[in-house]
């Protein structure tokens, strides 16, 4: 259901074994903020080959296509480090099977995303093949019109939806034709958190 290449390419088979000597292919599911709130982490499962700290890999958006290519981007992952409980433990690598957090990539992910190695698609298998981003059952129902205390704090404002969009992967924001910010949320508790990580 996650892989969207051919049943029989080696990018199949390489996940299908869990193979860390395949081709590249990182699922990214969420995205993490940091402690400053300036940057996130991207929570991700290595189904195949092997994610290092300092490699260039291709980022591949939720909206990427062999039509739409404008949703691949290059990034540098600037290190690695596995999630226990509290505590975060940096690594060097993080062979397939490896649930990891990922530094420096977050600025080309929107809420999910598909890493794979930055030569992907230059070969004779083709691809690259994006997985399937998460689904989810529940609906964004809850709607919350949202607007600065000051007019000037606008930009502030703006900037404060695209980080809480990243976080919570099932909110929504847009901005209705009365020019008022709107987003869109699960519920009264899941709006609650996201006011209070907005605020």
Known sequence: ??????????????ALECDPAGPLQVAVCKLFAAPDAKSFSAFARVYSGTLQAGQTVKVLGEGYSA??????????????????????????????GTWVLINGIDAQIAKS???????AGDSAVGG????????????????LAVEPFKPGELPALL?????????????RTKVEESGEHVILGTGELYMDCVMHDLR
Do not use: M, Q
Request: aromatic fraction near 4%; charge should be neutral; glycine fraction near 2%.
């Open 1 to 14: 259901r996650l892989l969207t290449c051919p049943r029989d390419s080696p990018h199949f088979l390489a």
């Open 113 to 119: 995303a598909t890493l794979v190695d930055e030569t």
């Open 128 to 143: 690259p093949w994006p997985l399937v981003p998460p689904r989810f059952d529940t609906e964004s129902i809850v709607k």
């Open 67 to 96: 039509a739409n290519a404008d949703e691949a981007a290059l990034a540098t992952v600037s290190s690695l480090s596995l999630c226990l409980a509290r505590h975060r433990v940096e690594i060097d690598r993080a062979p397939a």
């Open 159 to 171: 900037h404060g939806l695209r980080c809480v969009s990243k976080s919570y992967p099932l909110l």
